[in-house]
């Protein structure tokens, strides 16, 4: 009963303060259970449509002629292999397919289209369902890449233009691709029912093959490639595996799922600090009571249970409800991974592992509560009935007197003079305003830099204002020749430069062969930007991209042996570059391309300043059927533009959660600090302090510890914020993001928004202040 | 002699639960002339305090009119309230009320900077006169902790006098003094009331009230009766004679009040 009215009466006393900390407590919860779910949901799903689809272990993309009785030869005798499969891939230009009904092709798409018919014994596609998708003649199953860019849907027509006739399919399906279902994946397979395939086949003639393997046991992958490279099987193309199938399908989702995780422990930090405060405000508040209760002989450890009970009733509850909560917002969070993976039966662990998560942050909240009552102690009876002063007071620097302020504003000095003199007091304050800078000027950082067009340095591209790329057609060698002269004769065209792309095989350190992929040409003519080094500039050197230099454990000035025509060449390495394309892994030398082995043809161009790209664009798309021309904004837009939407709506909650989280904490703060000024507040307002200039003197404490705050949190971004990005995308082949600041938004924009926000909430929170008279003390 | 300060029919009260009012002052009649030194003596509990706080517009009285200087403070906003208390008024309280984190020279020089009427290089002139005049000054830069009682409460002298107020109001500023600094500090407070500041004193001490120009004296919410004692010469044998005559006063002040038996105020059994 006692342990009610005591519950009672100071939830009353501190509605505000305990709701906030309730709030904080159940998004905590709530995040955490949604993000393990998440994690756990994706891992499940994964692994059941990869094994619904019967993922293929190796996949060899290859353009060209294969000798199929040496392959089969091949794999029969080799014990690794399970089963194995030829797919057949009609290649289609972008300018072929329309995907709606407007004259609009997906000429300026970057993916590489082809048409396939379903499989037979692996490598499945599947609808949204999880089911292996059957389809009647005249339909079509489309990749859910398209559902979501493009809106297409279920019942639409598509149509793909052929130069001997139109045909229009109905879409039946969406296609969940194992293995091409990521947006950063640039190949995307439409599926045809078997009948369908064939007439298609007969009007466009270009067929690219993957040359599938299931392995009986996926831990000898790595042996089994070096097997099937190194025994000169057909390898005009990428190479694949399954790994890279489960990293680049979990990737956007695993993710979202540790943003949303590192969010609950950061949100549950900042309910662990506000209830910080608010117990040390109670305490405080409390001070005289507490001494009585210890005078009267109570024991310590009921008077600590009696605020221990509140607290973790309040936790508890906060928990639970966040718990309860997460279940609604699941779907919020799950779609993406829902439309592209699906959902697993559900197991017992997805049950488990949300409520293990949520009861961890209680048992973190309900440790933290009972170290911060341990201050119970320190209170004496004597002193507490004595004085009833909880206040220290704090040291003085000498050079901080009013006497010595010259001319500088009295409230404005004195708000100076308080966060010098009780800066440990207000730390906390600067740490969160440290924190809050951070949250919010990190993703603003990273935003812009991934939306500015200079981001194309970390795809391994020099800057040019067009980008043409030829991949395998007949006589491709010949018609890269016919561009290059006609590019060269058009007068609109100020720099060009012709880059080939194809397949070397170099030695490792172990004497093993490898094959390479290598960019070919004079690459001094549109320049990159190198991690360290410079670009090739004769036949002997070689720049690595920074993956390849990591695998391969090269450095600049190490030597990498390539084999050409059968002879050892030493090939020094010259510099190392950040690419985030084809997996990361890149060269560029100055060699002659390999003819057996080209993958495909680049051509980078600038025009004269005069000429406008897109109408140039559009000129050579139709020029160069069928090469894909593309502005090189838009090359980038389209590779990155899922990760830049989605990153924008990181951006945007992460500063509403730290100005809130300025807010929220600023206001508990000001709410303590101000509790404990009172008697300070008293003597100056009898003075004759107006309330405007005691608010005045608070604000400039918040606003000093806030432009502290925002200064080393930039400077922390520009530092280690840069440096942890770069580590996170190191693994995509980045090594060294330098950010591209918008100066408008972090000079302005976001100190405006956090400065608006603590002055508000600093008027709002000090305006206890007009409580406090000095007619208050001395009432008699 | 011009009127510096007057309430008329001054009442406050506070709400007790919703129903109940506890009134504290009941339509008090005052008036203090110009160079006036007026004490309010009475029990406790009789609103000697609310009195001086009401008058002086530290809080907002419930009912009735206060005039200083023939401005009415009821119709005063908080900030001109505030410039009052900074540019007009002086304060010294019984616990003093010095700020923990400033010097005693600071807390001293604060008003007059926050004031801005002189220049502050004058403020600090004016402090070290008035350091010197009440004996501190080889305590300017010392914490609050390092002085005495009496010490501090003539820094709290310093402190309201620093924009030179036209009149001074004091809360039992000798109450936790002993009699060795009280008397200095009234002596002090004399001296002030001599160069043209009317004093007004709350206290409980008639040897602190019989140096005052006239006695007013409280009961229940009220001033019931008062004495006028003309100017004092500080001659210790007129002092024993005042003294002597305010307690006779006193005594005769108790019966008054007990034969009047203030039946409205007495009814208002919440008041104690």
């Known amino acids: 009963m006692l342990l009610y009215r005591i519950l009672s009466k100071d939830l009353k006393r501190k509605k505000g303060t305990m709701a906030g900390v309730f709030v904080f407590i159940m998004l905590s919860s709530l995040l955490v259970s949604s993000g393990s779910r998440l994690i756990i949901e994706l891992n499940n799903s994964l692994e059941h449509m990869f094994e619904t689809a019967k993922v293929p272990h190796f996949v060899q993309m290859h353009s060209g002629d294969i000798d199929l009785k040496k392959l089969n030869k091949w794999s029969e005798s080799n014990f690794l292999v399970q089963d194995r499969q030829i797919v057949e891939m009609i290649s289609i230009d972008g300018s072929a397919l329309f995907l709606n009904k407007g004259p609009e092709s997906e000429e300026n798409s970057i993916m590489d289209i082809s048409f396939v018919r379903q499989n037979k014994s692996f490598d499945f596609l599947l609808d949204t369902e999880n089911r292996i998708i059957e389809l009647l003649p005249g339909e079509v199953a489309v990749p859910v890449y398209y559902a979501e860019q493009k809106n297409v849907e279920i019942g639409d027509l598509i149509r793909v233009r052929s130069e001997a006739k139109e045909e229009s399919y109905k879409v039946s399906a969406l296609i969940r691709d194992a293995q091409m279902n990521p947006a950063i994946v640039h190949s995307k397979r439409f599926l045809l029912n078997d009948a369908d395939f064939d007439k298609m086949r007969q009007n466009f003639d270009q067929l690219e093959y993957l040359i599938e393997f299931r392995l009986n046991d996926t831990g000898s992958l790595d042996k089994f490639t070096n097997e099937y490279l190194s025994a000169g099987m057909p390898q005009q193309g990428p190479t694949v595996d399954y790994h890279l199938f489960k990293i680049l399908n979990s990737l956007s989702d695993g993710m979202a799922a540790s943003v949303v995780i590192i969010l609950s422990i950061l949100l549950m930090l900042i309910a662990i600090l506000c209830l910080r405060l608010t117990i040390i405000t109670t305490i405080e508040e409390d001070y005289k009571e507490i001494g009585v209760m210890k005078a009267v002989g109570m024991p310590q450890n009921r008077i600590k249970c009696l605020y221990l009970f509140k607290y973790n009733l309040i936790g508890a509850a906060a928990v639970i409800s966040g718990y309860l909560l997460s279940h609604s917002t699941d779907k919020l969070l799950m779609a993406n991974s829902m439309l592209y993976i699906g959902r697993a039966p559900k197991g017992l662990f997805l049950v488990v592992g949300p409520i293990l998560s949520a009861a961890s942050i209680f048992l973190f909240i309900m440790l933290s509560i009972d170290l911060m009552l341990k201050r119970i102690q320190n209170i004496s009876a004597a002193r507490a009935l004595q004085e009833g002063d909880k206040t220290e007071v704090p040291k003085k620097i000498s050079a901080l007197r009013v006497s010595r302020s010259g001319n500088i504003n009295i409230n404005f000095f004195l708000g100076l003079k308080d966060v010098i003199e009780r800066f440990r007091v207000f730390s906390l304050l600067a740490f969160i305003f440290f924190l809050s800078a951070f949250i919010t000027i990190l993703p603003v950082h990273f935003l812009s830099t991934i939306s500015s067009p200079d981001f194309i340095t970390y795809m391994g591209i020099g800057k040019s204002d067009i980008r043409i790329d030829l991949h395998k057609t007949t006589g491709i060698e010949e018609r890269f020749e016919e561009m290059i002269n006609l590019i060269d004769r058009d007068n609109d065209v100020a720099l060009y430069s012709p880059l080939v792309t194809s397949k070397f095989t170099v030695l490792d350190d172990t004497g093993h062969s490898e094959s390479l992929m290598v960019e070919t040409g004079d690459f001094s003519i549109f320049s990159l930007d190198y991690l360290s080094g ?105 590779t990155l533009s899922n990760t830049i939407t989605q990153f924008r709506k990181i951006t945007i909650i992460a500063i509403a959660v730290g100005a809130s989280v300025a807010m929220l904490i600023s206001y508990l703060f000001l709410k303590m600090i101000i509790n404990r000024d009172s008697e300070r507040v008293r003597i100056m307002r009898s003075l004759g302090f107006s309330l405007r200039q005691l608010k005045a003197q608070y604000l400039t404490t918040t606003l000093i510890l806030l432009v502290f705050g925002i200064v080393t949190g930039t400077i922390f971004t520009n530092t280690a914020g840069q440096a942890f990005i770069s580590y996170l995308i190191s693994f995509l082949g980045a090594a060294r993001i330098r950010f591209i600041i918008n100066p408008f938004q972090t000079a302005v924009l976001v100190p405006v928004l956090l400065i608006s926000t603590v002055s508000l909430t600093t008027a709002i929170s000090v305006n206890g202040i007009k409580e406090y008279r000095i007619t208050a003390s001395v009432a008699e | 002699m011009s009127t510096i300060l007057q309430s008329e029919k001054l009442s406050k009260y506070y709400k007790i639960g919703t129903n109940n009012l506890k009134k504290v002052l009941n339509e008090v009649d005052l008036q203090v002339e110009r160079g006036e030194f007026v004490t309010i003596m009475g029990p406790s509990g009789s609103g000697k305090s609310t009195l001086l706080y009401n008058i002086s517009g530290m809080d907002r009285m419930s009912s009735g009119r206060v005039y200083f200087n023939e401005k009415e403070l009821s119709g005063l906003s908080e900030k001109s309230l505030s410039d009052l208390r900074l540019n007009e008024m002086g304060f010294i309280f019984q616990q003093i009320h010095l700020l923990k984190n400033l010097s005693l020279k600071d807390n001293i020089i604060l008003s007059g900077y926050l004031s801005g009427r002189r220049h502050r290089k004058d403020v600090n002139k004016k402090a070290q006169f008035l350091m010197e005049m009440t004996g501190i000054e080889s305590l300017a830069h010392n914490d609050i902790t390092q002085a005495s009682g009496g010490q501090l409460q003539r820094v709290g002298i310093c402190r309201a006098l620093i924009n030179d107020p036209e009149i001074i109001f004091g809360d039992e500023p000798t109450g936790a003094l002993d009699s060795k600094s009280s008397s200095e500090i009234m002596q002090l407070l004399r001296t002030i009331n001599k160069s043209g500041t009317t004093v007004l004193l709350v206290t409980h001490d008639s040897k602190v009230a019989s140096q005052s120009d006239r006695v007013l004296y409280m009961e229940d919410g009220q001033i019931v009766t008062e004495i006028t004692l003309g100017r004092f010469s500080g001659n210790k044998k007129e002092a024993l004679e005042r003294e002597s005559r305010l307690s006779e006063w006193l005594l005769k002040s108790d019966d008054h009040v007990k034969d009047a038996a203030i039946a409205p105020l007495l009814t208002e059994s919440v008041y104690n």
């Open chain 1, 534 to 638: 410079r670009a090739p500039q004769n036949n002997d050197e070689i720049a690595l991209s920074y993956l390849n230099s990591q695998e391969l454990n090269k450095n600049i000035g190490d030597v990498l042996i390539f084999q050409i025509e059968g002879n050892n060449h030493n090939m020094r390495v010259c510099g190392i570059y950040q690419d985030i394309t084809n997996g990361g892994r890149t060269a560029k030398a100055s060699l002659p391309h390999n003819k057996d082995k080209v993958l495909w043809y680049t051509l980078c161009l600038n025009l004269k300043s005069e000429v406008l790209i897109p109408s140039k664009v559009h000129e050579y798309s139709r020029l160069f059927y069928p090469a894909r021309v593309s502005d090189l904004d838009n090359y980038k837009s389209q």
